[in-house]
């Protein structure tokens, strides 16, 4: 087991500093280690210590701090030379979802690390085990997906891919939890982990419904707000199932299951959206329609949001575990 002491002898680096590389940045640094952070594009640096300045002024809003962000930054080394992970006891790549990206990434920083060091993908969609082929020491590569903001979320999924050794998935997973994470562990790497295949199931039957005429977008987020979001952050799926009953789940199975969808194509919908270029709230244009004001202004109340449930999760599960 680590002590959460230790952490400040254990340099940890981030490769990839985009939005989830600058959040695990914070979340690696809050936690004690002494981060070291490579910005692979030209003209990164900048935005990324921008972005990280703005996300420790998040976190210590949000209590996570013991100290000042100024304290934390000055701890963390920002470069663009792979040079700085010489000392690294793990190195977290959080890249472009591109394989031929990631492949020249891993190949700097191998040759800068030292042999022990762990390498790690945050990956949400590439199998790990086709990632580690990519480094000279399989054995000491895994997966670690992080959720966004990764400083103010319990969520990692750590994954081990054909080759991972069984000491450096633990080492990992003792890790994670001085991080204060609720890890899960996925022995075999199966695509989309456990998260996306349990929300991707959901999403194809949303588009399902919406296509059929039975619903409509609006009233399909609602549905999913008002009745999951009312209990998802205080209790599991197969905790729900014991607290409602299993008799009446069992009948409606029987029932319902036969009536899902279970298309493979991509929905027609998002296509169309895609080739009309809309990205989605981060440029003001999706499946809604946003103004400028209107998506920053969704952005900083998430932001809030995001506080707010990590605190009430955690204070109802002691209440639950009594
Ligand atoms: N966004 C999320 O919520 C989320 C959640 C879980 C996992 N992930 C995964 O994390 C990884 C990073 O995602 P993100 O959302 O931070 O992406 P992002 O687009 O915000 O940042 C990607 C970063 O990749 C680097 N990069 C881009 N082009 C490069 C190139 N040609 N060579 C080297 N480096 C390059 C840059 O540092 C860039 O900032 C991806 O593998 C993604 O699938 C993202």
């Known amino acids: 087991m680590i002590h959460e002491r230790e952490l400040a002898g254990l340099e940890a680096g981030v490769v990839g500093l985009g939005l989830m590389g600058s959040s695990i940045a914070v979340a690696l640094t809050i936690a004690g280690h002494p981060v070291r952070a490579v910005a692979p594009l030209k003209n990164e640096l900048t935005a990324a210590r921008k972005t990280i300045r703005q996300l420790l002024q998040h976190a210590a809003g949000s209590g996570l701090l013991q100290h000042s962000p100024e304290y934390y930054l000055n701890r963390m080394t920002l470069s663009e030379d792979f040079k700085i992970l010489k000392n690294c006891s793990l190195v977290q790549e959080c890249v472009v979802e591109d394989k031929a990206i990631k492949a020249a990434v891993y190949e700097k920083i191998s040759a800068h690390t030292r042999e ?35 400083y103010l979320t319990r969520f990692m999924e750590i994954t081990r891919g054909r080759q991972t050794r069984d000491s450096v998935a633990s080492w990992v997973v003792d890790l994670a939890h001085c991080w204060g994470k609720e890890p899960t562990f996925l022995q075999k790497d199966i695509r989309g982990f456990v998260t996306n295949r349990l929300m991707y199931a959901v999403y194809r039957e949303l588009f399902t419904l919406v296509a059929a005429g039975e619903t409509t977008m609006e009233d399909a987020d609602k549905a999913f707000r008002y009745d999951a979001g009312s209990w998802m952050s205080f209790m599991g799926l197969f905790e729900r199932m014991d607290q409602l009953g299993l008799e009446d789940f069992l009948e409606t199975f029987s029932r319902l299951f036969p009536e899902l969808g279970n298309a493979s194509e991509v929905p027609e919908i998002m296509q169309q959206i895609v080739r009309n270029k809309a990205r989605g709230t981060q440029e003001a244009r999706g499946l809604y329609a946003y103004t400028p004001e209107g998506a920053a202004a969704w952005e900083n109340a998430f932001a809030e949001f995001n506080k707010e449930i990590y605190h009430l999760a955690d204070r109802y599960q002691e209440l639950k575990n009594g």
Request: net charge negative; aromatic share 6%; charged share 10%.
């Open 116 to 150: 022990q060091a762990v390498i790690s993908s945050n990956t949400s969609a590439i199998p790990v085990s086709l990632l580690q082929e990519l480094v000279p020491d399989p054995g000491r590569f895994l997966g670690i997906h992080w959720a966004e903001p990764a």
